[in-house]
């Protein structure tokens, strides 16, 4: 079982940029697919971006394709999400998540182990 702790949200103008972080530990980083999602106040949380457990298949929302670029470092046992042109409809609690899967492919449904989620407000 690995434990999640995002960082790096924050206030950004609409347009601006952010990074977050998710750092891991436990064991067998390497062999979980992780996976962002988002929670905006009185809404039910999203699937935002997920990848594979060495990097070579990602999987993002319709909403944040050409946007949004999720990737990891195995060595680091951390994942992040770069988030570029934002929209102030991208506001939310941004959580990280993982699963145990060896997959190419993960359902948004799949993942169980989650962290307490990181702030990201954009303003227009």
């Known amino acids: 079982q690995v434990q999640l702790v995002e960082s790096g949200g924050g206030l950004v103008q609409a347009g601006g940029s952010l990074r977050l972080s998710c750092a891991a530990s436990g064991r067998s980083f390497s062999t979980h697919a992780m996976g962002w999602f988002r929670q905006a106040p009185g809404e039910e949380r999203e699937f935002v971006a997920s990848i594979n457990w060495n990097g070579g298949f990602t999987d993002y929302a319709d909403s944040v394709k050409g946007r949004f670029t999720i990737s990891r470092e195995n060595a680091k046992s951390t994942v992040f999400l770069q988030m570029n042109s934002l929209k102030p409809e991208d506001t939310g609690v941004y959580s990280c998540?993982?699963?145990?899967?060896?997959?190419?492919?993960?359902?948004?449904?799949?993942?169980?182990?989650w962290g307490q989620g990181t702030q990201v407000t954009v303003s227009s």
């Open positions: 998540a993982a699963v145990r899967s060896l997959s190419s492919v993960v359902a948004p449904t799949d993942f169980q182990t």
